[in-house]
T-cell receptor, first 110, second 114 residues
Framework: QKEVEQNSGPLSVPEGAIASLNCTYSDRGSQSFFWYRQYSGKSPELIMSIYSNGDKEDGRFTAQLNKASQYVSLLIRDSQPSDSATYLCAAPYNNNDMRFGAGTRLTVKP | GAVVSQHPSWVICKSGTSVKIECRSLDFQATTMFWYRQFPKQSLMLMATSNEGSKATYEQGVEKDKFLINHASLTLSTLTVTSAHPEDSSFYIC??????????FGNGTRLTVT
């Protein structure tokens, strides 16, 4: 089993809708999780960090962490075409390394 | 916020030549840096972990002698693609992690070998 798993999609939502991206992880000891956004031809950029159970909101983005069920999700409200990208979830592995999911490709249609 | 700088952003070289890519952590020290490669429409693939003051750790299937990594200081790691061939053409991305924090990525280097 991979340390971090994501549904690779693709996921398509209409403009203005809520996009829901999900990720599961295998290491119960993981304490922190990160969501990255990668536009085509660009490197990933960090958009959200979450360290404790529950929800964390930042603008149109909400990260949700459920340690008991070992899943982390990212909700994007009022989706815009500019949100179209691949979204990667990540969890630390060992002291410095990070494990990534395969990424979910999101398309927001105007 | 923390920044990782990668240079050059793109390079075109002839087959058989070597190319060096630099990765710098600008406002934090990184004892470990990571090098990834990404082919079009594919996932990030970790190539190697660069360790300051010691040998790099390579992922299975990555040739050590072809992808030379040097991590001479706490803020600089370099990746040299030796004797490059067209199949080495790819998007190379470095990253570094703050203590217990997220991983920060450089902007990537697009390598084209003709």
């Amino acid at each position: 089993q991979k340390e971090v798993e994501q549904n690779s999609g693709p996921l398509s939502v209409p403009e203005g809708a809520i996009a829901s991206l999900n990720c599961t992880y295998s290491d119960r000891g993981s304490q922190s999780f990160f969501w990255y956004r990668q536009y085509s031809g660009k490197s990933p950029e960090l958009i959200m960090s979450i360290y404790s159970n529950g929800d964390k909101e930042d603008g149109r983005f909400t990260a949700q962490l459920n340690k008991a069920s070992q899943y982390v999700s990212l909700l994007i409200r009022d989706s815009q075409p500019s949100d179209s990208a691949t979204y990667l979830c990540a969890a630390p592995y060992n002291n410095n390394d990070m494990r990534f999911g395969a990424g979910t490709r999101l398309t927001v249609k105007p | 916020g923390a920044v990782v700088s990668q240079h050059p952003s793109w390079v075109i070289c002839k087959s058989g030549t070597s190319v060096k890519i630099e990765c710098r952590s600008l406002d934090f020290q990184a004892t470990t840096m990571f090098w990834y490669r990404q082919f079009p429409k594919q996932s990030l693939m970790l190539m190697a972990t660069s360790n300051e003051g010691s040998k790099a750790t390579y992922e299975q299937g990555v040739e050590k002698d072809k992808f030379l990594i040097n991590h001479a200081s706490l803020t600089l790691s370099t990746l040299t693609v030796t004797s490059a061939h067209p199949e080495d053409s790819s998007f190379y991305i470095c990253s570094a992690r703050e203590m217990r924090g997220p991983l920060h990525f450089g902007n990537g280097t697009r390598l084209t070998v003709t």
